[in-house]
């Protein structure tokens, strides 16, 4: 198997969005696609790959997953917003993003949640994640490396893409039902946040 510490430096895991890199003023779209593009230009998967475009935050804005822009000026709320919404797209459909941050998005607008307090814990956890990412990768690649030896790199590199793979759909799957979940609660007028 190939490096690991390799691989994992390749994923630029450090890339992020901090609350002290957004301006302190409202910045138009161009201006929050370039602060996307530059703060995760590392991620992509490919050169010419988009991190954010004019018609991703247009229809963001459309099918109402943050609260509506004043002047076509967005805020650093709105900024924290749409970095949620880009961390969870790659997961979940959009509705259930929607979904996910309508109470967010609610409270946030009528000033009720401190959204940059909360996105310091979501960054927090970030954190964590990235720690126990690189611990959970290493053990998988040892037990990959355990089953298969020497005998075939190739093979060895399929069965950790298909157990890497695996993982993540478990993780996606928990999303979704917690997502499904958080629903049946709003509807019910049992969410406690």
Do not use: C, W
Request: aromatic share 8%; glycine share 2%.
């Amino acid at each position: 198997m190939e490096n690991i510490d390799k691989l994992i430096g390749q994923l630029a895991l450090d890339s992020q969005i901090h609350t002290s890199d957004i301006p302190k003023i409202d910045l138009y779209v161009d201006q929050v696609i370039q602060l996307f593009e530059t703060s995760f230009h590392d991620t992509k998967r490919f050169s010419d790959d988009k991190i954010l475009t004019k018609t991703m935050i247009n229809n963001y804005a459309k099918g109402k997953l943050f609260y509506p822009v004043q002047h076509k000026k967005y805020t650093p709320d709105h900024i924290m917003l749409i970095n949620l919404i880009y961390q969870m797209k790659s997961t979940l459909s959009i509705n259930d993003v929607k979904k996910v941050l309508e109470k967010v998005n609610e409270k946030a607008q009528m000033q009720e949640l401190d959204l940059s307090a909360f996105y310091e814990t979501y960054l927090a956890l970030q954190q964590d994640n990235q720690v126990a990412f690189r611990e959970e990768v290493e053990r998988q690649a040892k037990a990959v490396e355990n089953t298969q030896g020497e005998a075939d790199e190739e093979l060895s590199k399929v069965l950790f893409i298909a157990s890497l793979v695996h993982k993540s759909n478990l993780y996606r799957r928990a999303a979704e039902k917690l997502a499904d979940e958080l629903v049946r609660e709003q509807a019910d007028g049992k969410s406690t946040y």
